[in-house]
T-cell receptor, first 116, second 110 residues
């Protein structure tokens, strides 16, 4: 099956710094990837839809200047949390629509961000 | 905004029993999916059911879909300890966006 790799799995940073999270489709091309944020024991909140070669589409209430998304190739999307603050601490998960286009999503393992 | 809403929010059952989780949604869909998430991990796809299907099976999983009631159920038969996880339904709310419900936390007791 399709594999999505997300890196890093855990990151700790100081307030005010920026953190980049990578999401790669390892054995297929993903023109569309999704970025979610998940709080403890809660559901996944869609942050943005990342489209290869074009600007990401952000959900209402998500600051595009705060959460920079770049989808420069068919196998890589990155999420950069800029000027991170403690309230940005969360579990961030990416996903991609699988190669057979059935609608099934393939998820990365998630990245736990802790901002001190 | 969240499209789906599962109930119960949490469920504890004895190993070997069947577990049933329900999902309700608000708008028309093309398909509905169920995913499992182990604590602190990514999500794993379980099953997809299309709007013109009423029931689907995969191993110990049985999913039903009632588009008139805008609801779906996931049944796990003969539960095992390894089934302990959170289960989410997801719908294609609009275009390529897939929106997840709040999830059911399932705990299988030994």
């Amino acid at each position: 099956g399709a594999v999505v790799s997300q890196h890093p799995s855990r990151v700790i940073c100081k307030s005010g710094t920026s953190v980049k999270i990578e999401c790669r489709s390892l054995d297929f091309q993903a023109t569309t990837m999704f970025w979610y944020r998940q709080f403890p024991k809660q559901s996944l909140m869609l942050m943005a839809t990342s489209n290869e070669g074009s600007k990401a589409t952000y959900e209402q209430g998500v600051e595009k200047d705060k959460f920079l998304i770049n989808h420069a190739s068919l196998t890589l999307s990155t999420l950069t949390v800029t000027s991170a603050h403690p309230e940005d601490s969360s579990f961030y998960i990416c996903s991609a629509i699988g190669p057979d286009n059935t609608g099934e999503l393939f998820f990365g393992e998630g990245s736990r961000l802790t901002v001190l | 905004s969240q499209q789906g809403e599962e109930d119960p929010q949490a469920l504890s059952i004895q190993e070997g029993e069947n577990a049933t989780m329900n999902c309700s949604y608000k708008t028309s869909i093309n398909n509905l999916q169920w995913y499992r998430q182990n604590s602190g991990r990514g999500l794993v796809h379980l099953i997809l059911i299309r709007s013109n299907e009423r029931e689907k099976h995969s191993g110990r999983l049985r999913v039903t879909l009632d588009t008139s009631k805008k609801s779906s159920s996931l049944l796990i038969t003969a539960s095992r300890a390894a089934d302990t996880a959170s289960y989410f339904c997801a719908t294609d709310a609009s275009g390529d966006k897939i929106i997840f419900g709040k999830g059911t936390r399932l705990h299988i007791l030994p």
